[in-house]
């Protein structure tokens, strides 16, 4: 077992904790407050490779591999988780969906334009009825000859503003419920198509979160990603990545929170000396610092077990995402604890790490979905 | 044969303080070495008069076309040229700008030890050693000079000034041949006027993030010109765009000793410390009672430096009044 | 013609630094991150857009123990093409003028058109090595380059001085130090990172460079921290209150007015 990164990969990860420390980071607390998206750096992480990091070099990818991903993930999600949102979804989401399941003709389309930042990807398969329970999607695709007519709306789509691509699912085949979903591969000026309303969150407001609207676009048949009725498949495997990077987002913000802690912890002097001298104070620390270690540990390994190709990881993605979420609920929730009143006035870092902590837990799969794909997979079925 | 020779710097006609500093420390170096203390001047006749009471013996006037301009390398050839005059084995410039390049130009030409930035001589150690920070002034290195000769540069505003009764020294003129100049001074452009240079102020005042933008700024500047001082500030303000890089105070930026230096608004990074933690007296102004600034600053005051700082310097007007 | 650059791998500038009781004038290694010295990368941004602009390849050369490469590869990943690492202890050990006769020796095997470094080496605080190679190699040099334009065989050159700066003309070749502020570095693509990692690093000996160990010209004897500054006095009250206060102390204690 070796648990240390490579040369390259320590090049990778200095060069994204760089980029977030001067270039992320120096604007977060603004584009929270404003809701805006940080679009030149996520222009800019697409030419220097950090969204194309599972892409192969034949299309322009940077290659760097789950590992150096998940590492990356954690510096611009200490930063900006708002930002490293979008990064998980373009990497995670939208290129391995292509990669997986995309047509050669799909690939080269889509692949460099995507691996350059050039176009930023969504994957818009929750809608106002259906979260949990993709089999009661209502967006429709209905064949008409050598095309499709896609008619529906999609909501609490990441990416869906700042989008040049969309993977939407929608319902082909009604009576077959789940299994009568498939895939499409779109880009936004097919006609038809709107961005609905743009949401207003409790966190990760630096990110572009809105409805999508499909009024009767009429796209060829060869816009299928995958098979058709087999929209399900795809979306569960790709999901399964996704969840690496949505762990890696909230091992990010707990180690954050957990600095942030750390630092304030020795400044602020109480009963004449700094509260990090405090043992109730050091033993907050002890746990978060633990959890963020367990986390992190598991995290890598589940990074490797995508990039080595050693099997399914389903149940280990799924179990890291539980954890990781959760333990940075844990772990913000004891961080703002440690600043006192001082950690409820936005004046303050953690104010923010602790409401963009939150949907970690929810999206890519609830805490309570992940439980379901591990016991299902605990107890054989 | 042994002996001290001093670069007197000039700017704008006059002699910069540091070449003060270092003409007193060269003072102690050659009394305790019972040698000469000489200096070389370029193209300053009429500054003579001033250089009496100073404790040179001789001092070699190197004047002419060639020396109109800096040029790091015939500067260096006249003073390694006076050097062999006086049998100089220690060479003396202020750590300014052109003293550092002088100094590296004239220890690459006499395969000298050279010491750059020095804060403290041990005047009798033997080899002589000096004290000069590194690492971004994180620590404090002993540096034995152990070659014949020595050229040491030192840090403006840390060497004591102390006068020597008036004599007349020996002026001699030195005609010192030098090649021909290839990096040559085409002109000298001045920072906008009344702009004082932070490595050189004696009070400097320094903002930073606190001031929150360009226009904050003018509460910081309009007390440093109350004071007679420079305007500092963080790499943040820098970074900003609030102020030219060229008022930065710290580990990226400049290294200052002045007097007093007042910070505004800066919560004390080591990395800002690094650049003004040999300031003589800190007074900081911060709302945050618990930035590290506030922990080092010898006179710290609670409270939001766009109230402060304005009161601050009526008063102080008064006074200078 | 290539543009040369002189490297040199320090301490990170967050990285908590002590001396090395063990080691006379060394600092404790465990724990504490090398980069890339933050200067240098000025100088190498500046050398590629020359060479971009009228060819030729960007080449480095350090002093530097093995890590050392690691810096290296940083400059290579940002777009240098080949390295000389020179590590031998005598090397590395030596002083600032010694090191820059070596520095200029392994330059001359480049025979570069410019010469570029970092203004200052952030570890040693050495900011001598631009000047010293060039008074090696014969060459003028600009220390403290806030703008290069580079005609020709002819150089316009800003460097800072206090308040203001001179433009210095100089023929090439030269060795110029670069200052903050003279560009923009770029960060390395990941592409280039993998790049970097096949990129030539000759590891040169003293002997190979036609030199031989010198006795040194100085020598650190010891590294200490510097003596913490005790607190003050901390104030808080009215405007008009600690205005009060300060003045006393200003003039009372401090002695200032």
């Given at each position: 077992?070796?648990?240390?990164?490579?040369?390259?990969?320590?090049?990778?990860?200095?060069?994204?904790?760089?980029?977030?420390?001067?270039?992320?980071?120096?604007?977060?607390?603004?584009?929270?407050?404003?809701?805006?998206?940080?679009?030149?750096?996520?222009?800019?992480?697409?030419?220097?490779?950090?969204?194309?990091?599972?892409?192969?070099?034949?299309?322009?990818?940077?290659?760097?591999?789950?590992?150096?991903?998940?590492?990356?993930?954690?510096?611009?999600?200490?930063?900006?988780?708002?930002?490293?949102?979008?990064?998980?979804?373009?990497?995670?989401?939208?290129?391995?969906?292509?990669?997986?399941?995309?047509?050669?003709?799909?690939?080269?389309?889509?692949?460099?334009?995507?691996?350059?930042?050039?176009?930023?990807?969504?994957?818009?398969?929750?809608?106002?009825?259906?979260?949990?329970?993709?089999?009661?999607?209502?967006?429709?695709?209905?064949?008409?000859?050598?095309?499709?007519?896609?008619?529906?709306?999609?909501?609490?789509?990441?990416?869906?503003?700042?989008?040049?691509?969309?993977?939407?699912?929608?319902?082909?085949?009604?009576?077959?419920?789940?299994?009568?979903?498939?895939?499409?591969?779109?880009?936004?000026?097919?006609?038809?198509?709107?961005?609905?309303?743009?949401?207003?969150?409790?966190?990760?407001?630096?990110?572009?979160?809105?409805?999508?609207?499909?009024?009767?676009?009429?796209?060829?048949?060869?816009?299928?990603?995958?098979?058709?009725?087999?929209?399900?498949?795809?979306?569960?495997?790709?999901?399964?990545?996704?969840?690496?990077?949505?762990?890696?987002?909230?091992?990010?913000?707990?180690?954050?929170?957990?600095?942030?802690?750390?630092?304030?912890?020795?400044?602020?002097?109480?009963?004449?000396?700094?509260?990090?001298?405090?043992?109730?104070?050091?033993?907050?620390?002890?746990?978060?610092?633990?959890?963020?270690?367990?986390?992190?540990?598991?995290?890598?390994?589940?990074?490797?077990?995508?990039?080595?190709?050693?099997?399914?990881?389903?149940?280990?993605?799924?179990?890291?995402?539980?954890?990781?979420?959760?333990?940075?609920?844990?772990?913000?929730?004891?961080?703002?604890?440690?600043?006192?009143?001082?950690?409820?006035?936005?004046?303050?870092?953690?104010?923010?790490?602790?409401?963009?902590?939150?949907?970690?837990?929810?999206?890519?799969?609830?805490?309570?979905?992940?439980?379901?794909?591990?016991?299902?997979?605990?107890?054989?079925? | 044969?042994?002996?001290?020779?001093?670069?007197?710097?000039?700017?704008?006609?006059?002699?910069?303080?540091?070449?003060?500093?270092?003409?007193?420390?060269?003072?102690?170096?050659?009394?305790?070495?019972?040698?000469?203390?000489?200096?070389?001047?370029?193209?300053?006749?009429?500054?003579?008069?001033?250089?009496?009471?100073?404790?040179?013996?001789?001092?070699?006037?190197?004047?002419?076309?060639?020396?109109?301009?800096?040029?790091?390398?015939?500067?260096?050839?006249?003073?390694?040229?006076?050097?062999?005059?006086?049998?100089?084995?220690?060479?003396?410039?202020?750590?300014?700008?052109?003293?550092?390049?002088?100094?590296?130009?004239?220890?690459?030409?006499?395969?000298?030890?050279?010491?750059?930035?020095?804060?403290?001589?041990?005047?009798?150690?033997?080899?002589?050693?000096?004290?000069?920070?590194?690492?971004?002034?994180?620590?404090?290195?002993?540096?034995?000079?152990?070659?014949?000769?020595?050229?040491?540069?030192?840090?403006?505003?840390?060497?004591?000034?102390?006068?020597?009764?008036?004599?007349?020294?020996?002026?001699?003129?030195?005609?010192?041949?030098?090649?021909?100049?290839?990096?040559?001074?085409?002109?000298?452009?001045?920072?906008?006027?009344g702009v004082m240079?932070v490595?050189?102020a004696?009070i400097i005042v320094s903002g930073?993030?606190?001031?929150?933008?360009?226009?904050?700024f003018?509460v910081i500047e309009d007390l440093a010109k109350t004071l007679g001082g420079a305007v500092g500030?963080?790499?943040?303000?820098?970074?900003?765009?609030?102020?030219?890089?060229?008022?930065?105070?710290?580990?990226?930026?400049?290294?200052?000793?002045?007097?007093?230096?007042i910070?505004?608004?800066?919560?004390?990074?080591?990395?800002?410390?690094?650049?003004?933690?040999?300031?003589?007296?800190?007074?900081?102004?911060?709302?945050?009672?618990?930035?590290?600034?506030?922990?080092?600053?010898?006179?710290?005051?609670?409270?939001?430096?766009?109230?402060?700082?304005?009161?601050?310097k009526?008063?102080?007007?008064?006074?200078?009044? | 013609?290539?543009?040369?650059?002189?490297?040199?791998?320090?301490?990170?500038?967050?990285?908590?630094?002590?001396?090395?009781?063990?080691?006379?004038?060394?600092?404790?290694?465990?724990?504490?991150?090398?980069?890339?010295?933050?200067?240098?990368?000025?100088?190498?941004?500046?050398?590629?857009?020359?060479?971009?602009?009228?060819?030729?390849?960007?080449?480095?050369?350090?002093?530097?123990?093995?890590?050392?490469?690691?810096?290296?590869?940083?400059?290579?990943?940002?777009?240098?093409?080949?390295?000389?690492?020179?590590?031998?202890?005598?090397?590395?050990?030596?002083?600032?003028?010694?090191?820059?006769?070596?520095?200029?020796?392994?330059?001359?095997?480049?025979?570069?058109?410019?010469?570029?470094?970092?203004?200052?080496?952030?570890?040693?605080?050495?900011?001598?090595?631009?000047?010293?190679?060039?008074?090696?190699?014969?060459?003028?040099?600009?220390?403290?380059?806030?703008?290069?334009?580079?005609?020709?065989?002819?150089?316009?050159?800003?460097?800072?001085?206090?308040?203001?700066?001179?433009?210095?003309?100089?023929?090439?070749?030269?060795?110029?130090?670069?200052?903050?502020?003279?560009?923009?570095?770029?960060?390395?693509?990941?592409?280039?990172?993998?790049?970097?990692?096949?990129?030539?690093?000759?590891?040169?000996?003293?002997?190979?460079?036609?030199?031989?160990?010198?006795?040194?010209?100085?020598?650190?004897?010891?590294?200490?921290?510097?003596?913490?500054?005790?607190?003050?006095?901390?104030?808080?009250?009215?405007?008009?209150?600690?205005?009060?206060?300060?003045?006393?102390?200003?003039?009372?204690?401090?002695?200032?007015?």
């Amino acid at each position: 077992m070796d648990f240390t990164f490579n040369e390259e990969q320590k090049m990778v990860i200095d060069g994204a904790r760089r980029f977030a420390k001067e270039k992320l980071a120096p604007f977060a607390a603004e584009l929270d407050e404003k809701a805006e998206v940080n679009i030149k750096a996520l222009k800019e992480l697409g030419r220097l490779g950090y969204l194309s990091m599972t892409l192969p070099e034949e299309y322009d990818g940077s290659n760097a591999g789950a590992v150096a991903y998940a590492a990356s993930m954690i510096e611009f999600s200490k930063a900006d988780a708002g930002t490293s949102v979008a990064v998980s979804v373009q990497n995670s989401l939208v290129n391995d969906a292509i990669l997986t399941f995309g047509t050669d003709e799909q690939k080269k389309k889509f692949l460099p334009k995507l691996a350059s930042g050039e176009w930023i990807g969504c994957f818009t398969l929750t809608e106002a009825n259906s979260g949990s329970d993709p089999g009661s999607l209502r967006t429709s695709a209905t064949r008409d000859g050598d095309h499709f007519v896609i008619s529906g709306t999609k909501n609490f789509t990441t990416n869906g503003g700042i989008a040049d691509v969309m993977v939407v699912f929608a319902q082909t085949c009604k009576e077959k419920g789940s299994k009568g979903i498939s895939a499409f591969l779109l880009t936004k000026d097919i006609p038809g198509f709107k961005v609905g309303k743009h949401e207003n969150k409790m966190g990760i407001r630096s990110s572009s979160t809105t409805e999508m609207v499909f009024d009767n676009c009429r796209v060829p048949a060869a816009s299928l990603l995958g098979e058709e009725n087999k929209g399900l498949k795809i979306a569960l495997t790709t999901l399964d990545g996704g969840r690496i990077g949505i762990a890696a987002q909230a091992v990010g913000i707990a180690e954050a929170a957990l600095e942030e802690a750390v630092r304030y912890s020795k400044e602020r002097v109480q009963f004449g000396r700094p509260i990090s001298e405090l043992e109730g104070i050091q033993f907050m620390i002890a746990d978060m610092a633990t959890e963020v270690e367990v986390a992190k540990t598991m995290l890598y390994r589940v990074a490797w077990m995508k990039e080595s190709h050693s099997g399914k990881y389903t149940k280990e993605a799924a179990m890291i995402k539980l954890y990781a979420s959760e333990m940075a609920h844990r772990v913000c929730h004891k961080a703002l604890q440690v600043h006192g009143g001082y950690g409820f006035m936005k004046e303050y870092k953690i104010e923010r790490l602790y409401r963009d902590q939150r949907i970690t837990e929810i999206y890519e799969g609830t805490s309570e979905i992940q439980k379901c794909v591990i016991a299902r997979s605990v107890l054989g079925e | 044969m042994a002996g001290v020779l001093v670069w007197i710097e000039t700017s704008e006609g006059k002699i910069r303080k540091v070449t003060r500093e270092a003409a007193s420390a060269g003072a102690k170096l050659a009394a305790a070495q019972n040698a000469p203390l000489c200096a070389v001047l370029f193209n300053g006749k009429d500054l003579l008069p001033e250089l009496g009471n100073m404790g040179f013996s001789k001092i070699y006037a190197a004047d002419g076309p060639a020396f109109e301009k800096y040029s790091g390398e015939a500067y260096a050839d006249a003073l390694a040229a006076a050097g062999e005059q006086c049998g100089a084995d220690v060479f003396l410039t202020g750590a300014t700008a052109l003293g550092r390049d002088l100094s590296a130009c004239l220890a690459a030409k006499l395969d000298a030890a050279l010491a750059i930035d020095v804060t403290e001589i041990k005047y009798d150690a033997k080899p002589l050693t000096v004290v000069r920070p590194v690492y971004s002034g994180k620590l404090l290195a002993d540096v034995e000079l152990t070659a014949d000769k020595k050229v040491i540069s030192l840090r403006p505003n840390v060497f004591p000034v102390t006068e020597k009764p008036a004599a007349s020294p020996e002026i001699i003129p030195l005609s010192a041949e030098t090649a021909a100049i290839r990096a040559q001074v085409l002109k000298a452009i001045k920072a906008a006027e009344g702009v004082m240079d932070v490595a050189e102020a004696t009070i400097i005042v320094s903002g930073g993030r606190g001031t929150g933008g360009a226009a904050g700024f003018k509460v910081i500047e309009d007390l440093a010109k109350t004071l007679g001082g420079a305007v500092g500030a963080s790499r943040v303000a820098v970074d900003e765009g609030w102020i030219e890089y060229s008022h930065q105070v710290g580990q990226t930026g400049k290294v200052v000793s002045p007097v007093l230096y007042i910070a505004c608004g800066i919560s004390g990074s080591t990395q800002h410390f690094a650049g003004m933690g040999t300031s003589k007296f800190i007074i900081a102004v911060n709302t945050d009672p618990d930035a590290p600034i506030m922990e080092k600053a010898d006179f710290a005051i609670v409270g939001d430096l766009f109230k402060v700082v304005p009161v601050l310097k009526e008063e102080l007007l008064k006074v200078v009044k | 013609m290539n543009v040369a650059v002189i490297l040199q791998q320090v301490p990170d500038t967050e990285a908590v630094v002590k001396p090395n009781p063990a080691v006379p004038g060394g600092i404790v290694e465990e724990g504490v991150k090398f980069i890339l010295n933050p200067y240098d990368e000025f100088a190498v941004e500046e050398a590629l857009k020359i060479t971009e602009k009228d060819g030729g390849e960007v080449v480095g050369v350090c002093i530097g123990p093995d890590r050392a490469e690691n810096a290296i590869r940083m400059a290579m990943a940002m777009g240098m093409e080949r390295a000389i690492l020179i590590s031998e202890p005598a090397a590395v050990e030596a002083d600032i003028v010694t090191q820059g006769a070596i520095l200029a020796a392994a330059l001359k095997t480049l025979s570069p058109r410019l010469i570029l470094s970092g203004r200052e080496m952030i570890d040693n605080q050495n900011d001598a090595a631009a000047a010293v190679v060039a008074r090696k190699l014969g060459m003028p040099h600009v220390l403290a380059a806030s703008k290069i334009e580079v005609t020709g065989d002819k150089a316009v050159v800003v460097r800072d001085i206090e308040g203001g700066s001179l433009e210095i003309e100089t023929t090439l070749p030269a060795a110029i130090s670069c200052q903050k502020g003279l560009n923009e570095p770029r960060y390395p693509t990941l592409i280039a990172i993998k790049r970097a990692k096949n990129k030539e690093i000759k590891k040169m000996t003293l002997a190979e460079l036609g030199l031989t160990a010198a006795a040194p010209k100085s020598r650190v004897t010891a590294l200490r921290l510097p003596q913490a500054r005790a607190a003050g006095v901390k104030i808080t009250g009215t405007p008009e209150e600690v205005t009060g206060k300060c003045l006393a102390w200003l003039s009372g204690t401090a002695k200032v007015i």
